[in-house]
């Protein structure tokens, strides 16, 4: 994957950081897509310290002004974006942090747990691809993939909001695939 030009988003832990750190060992150039915290330059310090390039990118995926300016800065610093991994997300220990053992019925979602979810899970994918898509339109090339789950666990009892939010992912993903690619069966 040498010369790859890469953006991961939540990737200083989890899933992401072990995407990152794949894509990172294969050659690739990362741009490490995170809230703008010291766990981000911790984990960018890291990489580097191993010789890896890794690239710091503060981003809100919540928030459409940070998602926008996250681009625009990725496209400078990488010289392009090949490939844009839409990974950051929030899980269930928010809404409920004994999800396993005790799971609650979806009546007993507080709001503001769904809403927090939703606008990580569902919504920052939306604005992440939104702001790279015309970008990568525009250089001619560029893969978007958004990370998803198993359908079990996005119908799981207890599970509200975050298997719909990865239910939402995915069926965001089948619809961009068709715009972008109207030929495509489903």
Known sequence: MTGVRAVVTGATSGLGAAMADALLAAG???????????????????????????????????????????????????????????????????????????????FEVHPKGFADVISTNLTGYFLVARAFAPRLIAQGSGRIVNISINHETMRRRGFVPYGPSRAGAESLSLSWRRISAPTASP
Do not use: Y
């Not at 310290?49 to 503060?58: K, N, R, S, V, Y």
């Not at 459409?64 to 990488?78: D, G, K, N, Y």
């Open 28 to 106: 690739a150039v990362v741009a490490i897509a995170s809230r703008p915290t010291q766990r981000l330059e911790e984990a960018v310090g890291r990489w580097r310290a191993t010789g890896l390039a890794a690239t710091p990118l503060p981003v809100d995926v919540r928030d459409p002004a940070s998602v926008e300016a996250a681009a625009e800065s990725a496209f400078q610093l990488l010289g392009g974006v090949d490939l844009l991994v839409n990974n950051a997300g929030i899980g269930m220990r928010t809404v409920n942090p004994r999800f396993l053992k005790e799971p609650i019925p979806f």
